[in-house]
């Protein structure tokens, strides 16, 4: 039977090495055909008690933290977990891809030497956001390239197009851009060339301008638009629902609403980013999630998911609906 395996890097997080853990154990329940490769310290690993058999150890006792610069990181002469990981990642192919909660930055750096698709062009990050209509949204980029030409809002567009298509089975994905007017002419410079570039590139499904209030609608499968704007999309939609749920609770306690408690299940269900994965890099030859730093066990889980779903070539709807 062919090997699958997922490699964790399990440091780098901001709730430890034993929360990232814990998710590779949920992952090793979820997943029976699965085997994981852990990169970190090993007597950490080997006390865990995880199966016999099912894992191995890829040993690394340092991490890249928030205050270094990834790219001397990547010359330490100590092994790094982030980079120990990508590096096995190229190197193996029955790996379906990475998962790490460690610095962006290194993340970055790293598949870029060891996993860049074409080396014409960086990688890009992209985020699943929930919809009102009940599906997903693909927003793309959502932090890792600021400043971007129009050429490369472009790129992202396929990037994510490609990406519906294998994980939803959507056969022309819906593409948007982020701006501030549904017209054509509105958006800023960038913007409104990226605006003329997608609506002739006939390989892409444009539907043209998407205007901030409308990102969880369900107008598009993809929204395309540079990383600065993307991240505030991505922090400002979860804040919101954070904002809205804390609030219904608020009320439920303060008025007495027996449907408040059902109300709020619902809602964390639907809306509950944190759960649904990881940033997922697009552009690499093999997948690589990359968890919030404040990620629970379950997020580990279910980034996981993506990834043996795309090798079962399932739709993740077949595990989330």
């Known amino acids: 039977m062919e090997n699958r395996e997922i490699i964790i890097d399990l440091l780098g997080s901001d709730l430890g090495p034993g929360e990232m853990l814990e998710g590779a154990r949920m992952v090793l329940e979820s997943f029976p055909g699965i085997s ?20 191995r150890i890829l040993e690394a006792d340092s991490t890249v933290t928030n205050l270094d610069n990834p790219v001397e990181a990547f010359y330490r002469k100590e092994p790094v977990s982030v ?3 990508l590096e096995e990642a190229s190197r193996c192919d029955g790996v379906l ?28 990050m992209a985020a699943i956001l929930p919809t009102t209509e009940g599906g997903f949204t693909c927003l793309v980029d959502t932090g890792a390239s600021i400043d971007c030409g129009p050429a490369q809002l472009v790129e992202f567009a396929h990037r994510g197009s490609d990406f519906m ?37 006939e390989g892409i499904n444009f539907i043209g301008n998407i205007e901030g209030n409308k990102t969880l609608s369900g107008l598009c499968d993809v929204l395309v638009c540079e990383g600065f704007a993307g991240n ?6 979860e804040g919101m629902a954070v904002n809205l749920i804390t609030e219904i609770v608020k009320y439920g306690k303060t008025h007495g609403v027996p449907a408040a408690k059902e109300i709020v299940g619902y809602l964390m269900s639907r809306f509950d ?25 379950d997020a580990v889980r279910n980034a996981a998911r993506i990834l043996v779903n795309l ?11």
């Not at 994981?36 to 894992?55: N, S």
């Not at 090798?311 to 609906?321: C, G, M, P, Q």
Request: aromatic letters at 6%; glycine letters at 10%; a positive charge.
């Open 36 to 55: 994981l490769a852990l990169a970190g310290p090993r007597a950490l690993i080997e006390a865990a008690g995880l199966p016999e058999g099912r894992y």
């Open 83 to 85: 980079f120990i990981a």
């Open 97 to 124: 891809g990475v998962i790490s909660a460690g610095n962006t930055g290194a993340l970055f750096a790293g598949a870029i030497r060891y996993l860049l698709e074409d080396r014409t062009a960086r990688p890009c």
């Open 165 to 201: 298509r294998r994980l939803y089975k959507i056969d022309s994905p819906r593409v948007g851009l982020l701006s501030n007017g549904a017209e054509p002419t509105k958006g800023n410079k960038l913007v409104k060339e990226a605006h003329a570039l997608l609506a002739k590139d």
């Open 232 to 237: 505030q999309v991505l922090k400002n939609s």
């Open 273 to 297: 980013f944190a759960s649904l994965g990881a940033g997922i890099m697009l552009g690499t030859r093999k997948l690589v999630l990359k968890n919030r730093g404040s990620c629970r066990r």
């Open 311 to 321: 090798a079962d070539n399932k739709s993740l709807y077949e595990s989330v609906n």
